[in-house]
């Protein structure tokens, strides 16, 4: 009986966590926000999440043995069932794109320049910003970002920092652009194809 009071805790724990991510993270899904909430900007995962732990420890936190028995009963198979779907999911709206380049700044300060490209199932899109700090309080500054189905053929050959504060990408014509930086990591200047 104890068992099933914490663990139906733990769930509420969860589903609140989960909520306020779930809430918090598009806020700073913004240029200059945290890079680790950018990342779980997912609200459908961390919806069905909640809502998840949120049904589970309801059930579980009942006076009756069937409503605890069934609720558990139920708890595995939506874990077995989740954790089955969310392959399907990950292939479906690729959450993680592929990162094509990953260049740490050259004076070794806690600088990143990064270049993504999701997946070609769904809407491809190039990504290109500056992570500015260490991990967990790094800040996101986005440099450039486009879809892949222009008249043209555009992408990103290759991607280097020129000095601390300069980076240089090289798009689909072998045409280099150099984007200044603010100390902060913010970019000065913007790219145009």
Do not use: K
Request: aromatic fraction near 8%; include cysteine.
């Amino acid at each position: 009986m104890n068992v099933h009071r914490g663990v139906a805790r733990a769930l509420f724990a969860l589903a609140a966590v989960l909520t306020g991510v779930a809430v918090v993270a598009p806020l700073y899904d913004r240029p200059g926000g945290y890079a680790l909430l950018a990342e779980l900007d997912e609200p459908l995962l961390t919806g069905a999440g909640a809502a998840l732990a949120l049904t589970g420890a309801v059930l579980l936190s009942s006076r009756r043995p069937v409503l605890r028995t069934v609720a558990c009963h139920g708890l595995v198979w939506a874990v077995v069932l989740g954790a089955s779907c969310v392959p399907v999911y990950l292939v479906a709206v690729d959450p993680f794109p592929s990162a094509e380049f990953d260049v740490p700044a050259p004076d070794g300060a806690a600088r990143r320049l990064v270049v993504e490209r999701t997946s070609p199932l769904t809407d491809p899109v190039w990504e290109v910003y500056v992570d500015d700090g260490s991990f967990p309080t790094a800040r996101r500054w986005p440099v450039v970002r486009y879809d892949d189905m222009a008249p043209w053929p555009q992408g990103i050959r290759g991607a280097e920092w020129v000095s601390p504060d300069v980076i240089s990408l090289t798009d689909a014509d072998h045409m280099p652009h150099e984007i200044e930086l603010s100390p902060e990591g913010r970019p000065l200047d913007r790219m145009d194809w």
